[in-house]
Every structure is written in structure tokens, then in C-alpha cells.
């Protein structure tokens, strides 16, 4: 019976190359041997291939195991055959990459194809295994409901033809023997999928396939390097840096961890490194890295890093952050003993700290009280959020617990109006025994769960009231002083029925229609753009399918001066049709520094309560001059 399969079952293929023709490197193949030994030591029971090519000129290995196009496509068709629905496949790949020119419908037109370096059959040249290739293989994996995580420590893109480095993992394509295999069969990889099936608007992904079944880490974006001369320890011996500090993570903190929480673990090591490198996170990141996922923690919690002898979160101004927020400290650990409700959070281990001083996108800690044994890579969950006090809250004033319904509000950090003469943001009134919320002009807000006063009660509504808030939070963000040069850089618009509108314009189109965001960097650094919708069931969703897309400088010396357009598909939700169209807003972020804007993501309204997000606990750069600006593109839907 198909249902006897139940205990999903592990495999691994790992793939480590210094044995390059030319160009060898010397860290490749010793990464991928912590990572086998991470996951031997976490899991009873996986099934692992590895294919390395250690040594100098020739590999040392037999041949059936080199990192040939021919082996790993076999392994990782073999893999697909033998994996049931359900069982969870990790890819970790430690070698060079390179760019092929577009040669699919579906290419990148900018930016090229991806392609893994790998070595022909007598191991005396590189061969590429392209992009569209890889696309096609995973492609069989989803399809059969296989949860795929894949790991490329190598160079994401061309950017490195300017740059001679021999610990850059990057081959240029001159140096690369002819395509021996055919790219993709005729899949529709262009299936405009969405994450959930209430979502309206959604990215049509040019690349890879369904994102709710996979994840790729990469090492860097499309502009940077992927270094290689990382010393881990005492013996000098070097390791890929994205393989070392994953393999630190996975091994510290298990296997469980959400793709999102990892990568953001990671993002601090670089930082707090000064290693001048990105990762990028593309498709599922709520996924469990290579498993099922652990308890989580507040989705808003970010990761504390240190610098110059102080504490800092990788979060700022740009974050909804003030002087003064406090937060919870504590490890990067398993949560299993957390209760559900955070009570512990004063207990061994932790240690509470405010903001003293913020900056655009990153802000100084001060610990209060006596500090705790703080180290690397501990994380910051809010307690307290002094944005949402610009939304004033007026309870039903016929109701008794006042008390009660003031100290819910201020436990979520919302202000309270009790006097006529101040204006609410959001007001709470009764009518015919059903809780309804209004909004400054007194009219009803609507798509939200219903509310019968008999059946919720004061945490509930305040609940939903805090959602509201952090969604105008999210809505009204923005820099009103932006550099000169910062604004000039920029052009970012959207295509709509045969118009470019800019920030700000009011945009109307069909139910089913495709606009195109369009991204444009005429600056001397490179930008990195965050996209996301905050829709009409008060939900903001990350529609990038990636952590985030970076638009190299003007003058970047390779072959691609910009990103190619992006797809949003615009839907009225099935929820509510019945209002015949909605609003929503595509709400784009770009900064002059790395980020994560994730902080600020929230579900449906309709799954609140199903989720922990609002639990209130559960290059290196002059932080002071990053730059960044918050536009907000409105668009009707009409069925």
C-alpha cells in the first residue's frame, strides 16, 4: 500500500572538485567531508553518494566516484527513482561555477545560465553541467513530491571575469570544453505557482520550478565572489566559507532549522567575519533544512552579530526599529524547551537588551541587567515595538475591563485613546454583539475573521489588531531623506497594459493579469532589492522566491548591466470575489547594504493563531551611511 511509507527516508549527494585540469582548488573536497560527517552524526539512518576529485592535476579517487556530468546526473536520477513522495534529498556542491550564454526560453537574458564546473570522463577537462540541465533533473524530483535542498559553494554568476583570484571558485566559459549533454527537455517550467492558494499576486520564476518543493543556498549573489581561503581553525586547514560556517550551524543546532532562520544565521557569521560575500536563499525557506522542521521561534526575531566591541542586529530603521525597543537574547538552539507561550524567557541563558542607537539597516545593543554568556550567533526577539504606538487604539468604550483591554494593547506595544479629542488609528465598536474594527475615518475594515463577542475574547481581538498595525507599519516605511546620488541611481517601475508607472501611481488591471517590475541601476555600487505584496487578507508575502536580487553597478565589467523584468501575476482570491476586486500593494525595497526584510512578513488574518508570528517571545559598511528607500506600487485587481 502506497500509505505504508511513512518514515520518510534521507539521501545525500555531496560533490567536492579540486582537481581541476587547471585552476584546481584545495578546500572543495574537505568541505563536503564535514558535511558527510554532519550528516552521519545527525541522522540513524542516510543514504549518501559522494563524488570528489581530490589531488592536483588527476584524481585520486576511482572513477566511478570523479564528479563527472555522467555520474552525478546518474546519481541524482538514481536518487530520484529509488526516494519515495516525501523523503528528503540534500545536494551539497563545493567547485567552481561559471555562466553560459541564455540558450533556453526561459534563460535569464542578463544574466546568463548557471552552470557547475564539473570534469569530462577521463578527467582531463572541465565540462559544465548548464543550468536548464540541473533545472530538469531537480524538475523530476519535485514532481514526485521529493523536499530538495541544494547547496552551491561556488560563483553564482560572471562577475568574477574581472578578477583573477585563485581562491575564487569561478571558471570563465573559455576555459570550459564544449556541451556534451542536451539542456532541458520541453517541461512548462513557467508555471506561474504560488506559495499558498489564497495568494494574489505571485512570482513567476524564470528559473527553476514550483518553490514550495525546494531550496537552493547559494554563496553569493550574482556580482560577488565565492571565497575559498577560509581558516577554521589552529591547523590552517581552509574550507569553502559558506560550507564552514553551514557545516558549524547544522552540527550546533541540528537539522531541523527553518531555510529562512539558517540563512540568517549565516548572513551574521559573514558580517561579523568581514567576509565579503552574501549568501542567497531561493525558493522555500520554511522549509526544514534537512528534515522535519523544529518548533520555531518568532518569526520577527533577527540575529545579534558583534562589531567593534559592541552587539548589533542585523536590522534598523529601514525594519521599523527605534531607539529603546527591547529585545530577548538568547541561543540559536533547539526550542524544546521553550513553552508555547515564551514563559521562560527570563530563564538560565537569556538575557534582555534595548536599542541605544539605530542606524538605516542595522542598530547598536545595549544588555541590561547582568549579562548572560552571550556568543556567536545567538539571536533577538522583540519585546517590544515603539513604531506601532503611531496606531492608537480606541476599545469599545460601552465595555467594562478597560484595564483589561489597556494592558492587552500595551503588552503588544499599541497605544490606547480613550479621549474624544485624540484621533484612533483603528477604533473597536460592537454592533449587534460582533466586534468590528474601523479605521480612522470611522469606516469598517473588511476581510477580516468574524468576531461574535460570545466567542472571543479581549487577546484575540487585540490580536488582530496588532496584525493590522504592523501591516500599516509595513504600508508607511519609508525614507523621507534618501542621498542624491542614492535616488538618482534607481529607476524601478512597473508595466501594466502597455504603461510604465512609477511609486506611488495607482495601477488597475484584470483578474489573471501579468505586470512586470522593472529594475534599473545607473549607480557606482550595487543595490539589493527585497519584493513583496502586502495584500488585500492583510497578509505580506515575499514574492521574490529569493532572499533578494542584487542589481550590479553601472560599471561592472561584465556582461549584464541590469536584472531581466520580473512577472507578478495579480488573481482576486477565491475569498473574496465577491467584492468583484481588491487591493494590493507591491512594496519594494532597495538597499545599498545587505539585508533581510522578513521581520515584517505576516499570514493571512485567517491564519492567525495557526502560526507563531505574533508571539511576542516564543562588504563591511559605515553603518551610518547606508542607503535605502521603501516604494510602494498600488495596483487594483478587478475580476
Same mark, same amino acid.
Given at each position: 500500500?502506497?500509505d505504508?511509507?511513512t ?6 549527494? *555531496?560533490i ?15 568541505? =563536503? ?26 584524481p585520486?579517487?576511482h572513477?566511478? @566516484?570523479?564528479?563527472? +556530468? ?6 541524482l536520477e538514481? /536518487?530520484?527513482?529509488? #526516494? ?18 541564455? +540558450?533556453?526560453e526561459?534563460s ?17 577537462? &572541465?565540462?559544465?553541467?548548464?543550468g ?16 530538495i ?6 560563483c553564482?554568476?560572471? @562577475? =568574477? ?20 549533454y542536451?539542456? !532541458?527537455?520541453?517541461?512548462d517550467?513557467?508555471d506561474?505557482n504560488?506559495?499558498s492558494t489564497?495568494?494574489d499576486?505571485s ?12 531550496s ?8 560577488? %565572489? ?5 581558516e ?60 522535519r522542521?523544529d ?5 520577527r526575531?533577527?540575529?545579534?552579530f ?12 529601514a ?18 524547551d521553550?513553552d508555547?507561550?515564551g ?15 539605530t ?6 545593543l545595549?544588555l ?7 556568543k ?5 526577539? $522583540? ?8 496606531f492608537?487604539i ?11 483591554w489597556r ?6 506595544s499599541?497605544?490606547? +485613546? ?5 484621533? $484612533?488609528?483603528?477604533? =473597536?465598536?460592537?454592533? %449587534?454583539?460582533?466586534?468590528e ?21 479581549i ?14 507599519? &509595513? ?5 523621507e ?9 534607481l529607476?524601478?517601475r512597473?508595466?501594466? %497594459?502597455?504603461?510604465?508607472?512609477? $511609486? ?18 545607473a ?7 527585497? =519584493?513583496y ?6 497578509q ?5 522566491? #529569493?532572499?533578494?536580487?542584487a !542589481? $550590479?553597478?553601472?560599471?561592472n ?5 541590469g536584472?531581466s523584468p ?9 475569498? !473574496?470575489?465577491?467584492?468583484?476586486s +481588491?487591493?494590493?500593494v ?7 547594504q *545587505? ?21 511576542r /517571545?516564543?562588504r ?17 485587481? *478587478?475580476?
Amino acid at each position: 500500500m502506497d500509505d505504508q511509507h511513512t518514515i520518510p527516508t534521507h539521501y545525500a549527494i *555531496l560533490i567536492g572538485i579540486n582537481a581541476y585540469p587547471s585552476s584546481p582548488l584545495e578546500s572543495c573536497v574537505r568541505d =563536503v567531508q564535514k558535511i558527510k560527517e554532519c550528516l552521519e552524526s545527525k541522522l540513524p539512518r542516510v543514504d549518501i553518494r559522494t563524488l570528489t576529485a581530490s589531488g592536483g592535476d588527476t584524481p585520486l579517487e576511482h572513477p566511478e @566516484s570523479w564528479p563527472t +556530468c555522467h555520474n552525478i546526473t546518474s546519481a541524482l536520477e538514481l /536518487v530520484t527513482s529509488r #526516494a519515495q513522495p516525501g523523503d528528503f534529498i540534500y545536494i551539497h556542491y563545493s567547485g567552481h561555477g561559471t555562466r553560459l550564454d541564455p +540558450c533556453y526560453e526561459l534563460s535569464n537574458q542578463s544574466t546568463g545560465d548557471l552552470a557547475l564546473v564539473l570534469l569530462d570522463e577521463d578527467s582531463s577537462r &572541465a565540462r559544465p553541467l548548464p543550468g536548464p540541465r540541473l533545472a530538469g533533473l531537480l524538475k523530476s524530483m519535485v514532481d514526485k513530491a521529493l523536499v530538495i535542498t541544494l547547496v552551491l559553494d561556488c560563483c553564482f554568476s560572471a @562577475s =568574477v571575469y574581472r578578477n583573477g583570484d585563485s581562491n575564487v571558485r569561478y571558471l570563465s566559459c573559455g576555459r570550459i570544453g564544449a556541451l556534451t549533454y542536451p539542456l !532541458i527537455p520541453e517541461y512548462d517550467l513557467a508555471d506561474g505557482n504560488t506559495r499558498s492558494t489564497s495568494r494574489d499576486a505571485s512570482m513567476r520564476d524564470n528559473w527553476l520550478l514550483d518553490p514550495n518543493r525546494y531550496s537552493i543556498l547559494a554563496a553569493c549573489g550574482p556580482h560577488e %565572489n565565492a571565497k575559498v581561503g577560509f581558516e577554521a581553525n589552529e591547523k590552517g586547514e581552509r574550507y569553502g566559507a559558506l560550507s564552514y560556517f553551514l557545516f558549524k550551524a547544522l552540527s550546533d543546532y541540528g537539522l531541523g532549522r527553518r531555510h529562512k532562520d539558517i540563512h540568517r544565521h549565516l548572513c551574521a557569521r559573514f558580517w561579523e567575519s568581514c567576509q565579503v560575500q552574501h549568501p542567497v536563499l531561493f525558493g522555500n525557506e520554511d522549509q526544514a533544512f534537512f528534515g522535519r522542521v523544529d518548533p520555531y521561534r518568532n518569526a520577527r526575531s533577527t540575529y545579534v552579530f558583534e562589531r567593534d566591541g559592541s552587539l548589533r542586529l542585523l536590522a534598523g530603521l529601514a525594519h521599523g526599529l527605534r531607539d529603546g525597543d527591547r529585545f530577548v537574547l538568547s541561543p540559536f538552539g533547539p526550542t524544546s524547551d521553550r513553552d508555547a507561550e515564551g514563559s521562560d524567557r527570563d530563564a538560565e541563558g537569556r538575557s534582555i537588551a534595548k536599542i541605544t542607537r539605530t542606524w538605516p539597516l542595522k542598530s547598536e545593543l545595549e544588555l541590561l541587567g547582568t549579562p548572560h554568556n552571550l556568543k556567536q550567533g545567538w539571536i533577538a526577539e $522583540p519585546l517590544t515595538c515603539s513604531y506601532l504606538s503611531n496606531f492608537p487604539i480606541r476599545p469599545p468604550p460601552e465595555l467594562s475591563h478597560q484595564y483589561e483591554w489597556r494592558a492587552a494593547l500595551e503588552e503588544r506595544s499599541l497605544g490606547i +485613546c480613550i479621549d474624544n479629542e485624540q484621533t $484612533p488609528a483603528l477604533q =473597536v465598536v460592537l454592533s %449587534n454583539n460582533i466586534y468590528e474594527i474601523l479605521d480612522e475615518y470611522g469606516r469598517k475594515i473588511i476581510n477580516l475573521p468574524a468576531m461574535p463577542r460570545d466567542q472571543t475574547d479581549i487577546s484575540r481581538v487585540c490580536n488582530i489588531l496588532e496584525h493590522l498595525a504592523r501591516f500599516r507599519m &509595513a504600508k508607511d516605511i519609508t525614507n523621507e531623506m534618501p542621498t542624491a546620488a542614492f535616488t538618482k541611481s534607481l529607476d524601478i517601475r512597473i508595466r501594466a %497594459n502597455g504603461k510604465a508607472f512609477g $511609486p506611488g501611481e495607482q495601477i488597475e488591471v484584470r483578474h489573471g493579469s501579468i505586470v512586470e517590475l522593472v529594475m534599473k541601476n545607473a549607480g557606482e555600487i550595487a543595490l539589493y532589492v527585497h =519584493v513583496y505584496n502586502l495584500g488585500p487578507l492583510w497578509q505580506i508575502k515575499g514574492i521574490l522566491h #529569493a532572499s533578494y536580487e542584487a !542589481i $550590479p553597478e553601472r560599471n561592472n565589467d561584465l556582461r549584464f548591466t541590469g536584472v531581466s523584468p520580473k512577472k507578478i501575476k495579480m488573481t482576486v482570491p477565491p475569498a !473574496i470575489s465577491g467584492y468583484g476586486s +481588491c487591493e494590493d500593494v507591491i512594496k519594494v525595497f532597495v538597499t545599498s547594504q *545587505l539585508t533581510s526584510f522578513g521581520s515584517l512578513e505576516l499570514p493571512n488574518l485567517d491564519e492567525l493563531g495557526k502560526t507563531n508570528v505574533g508571539d511576542r /517571545v516564543s562588504r563591511p559598511s559605515n553603518d551610518e551611511s547606508d542607503d535605502w528607500m521603501a516604494l510602494n506600487f498600488p495596483i487594483r485587481t *478587478l475580476l
